[in-house]
């Protein structure tokens, strides 16, 4: 079995992007960070299977090309809603509700990075990705 075990994104704040998900997926959490004399201050936050690297490095720009970063969350409604009360709004909802098996929105956080949140709403692979909607 394969699957994706981390990404690594630099980033202008550690704290920014952690904020953000934690609100956004309440079950990541920090698996390890610190400040290591070659590279400067990181952060692993995820779960215990997968996470994202954080390498904070001054006035660093989103990475040229990255589209986004998706997530899949079990409650996209109550992300929404724990995101609203942070007064963060969805940078694009149209694909919301576009698709009968899955429901997707998009945020951008204050490091400029683009993230995608997923929910699925079967459990057939074959009908969760079906691209013809």
Request: proline content about 4%; some cysteine; glycine content about 8%.
């Amino acid at each position: 079995m394969q699957m994706l075990e981390h990404i690594h994104v630099n980033v202008a704040s550690i704290e920014a992007t952690e904020r953000f998900l934690r609100l956004a997926v309440p079950g990541y959490c920090p698996r390890g960070g610190g400040v290591d004399t070659s590279y400067g201050k990181w952060l692993h936050i995820g779960t215990a299977t997968n996470y994202i690297a954080l390498t904070e490095v001054s006035r660093a720009k989103p990475v040229v090309g990255l589209r986004h970063i998706g997530i899949v969350v079990e409650d996209i409604n109550g992300l929404i809603a724990r995101l609203r009360v942070a007064g963060i709004e969805p940078s694009d909802a149209s694909a919301l509700d576009e698709h009968p098996h899955r429901r997707r929105v998009y945020y951008c956080d204050d490091n400029g990075l683009d993230w995608e949140f997923v929910e699925y709403l079967s459990d057939d692979s074959v009908l969760r990705n079906d691209y013809s909607h």
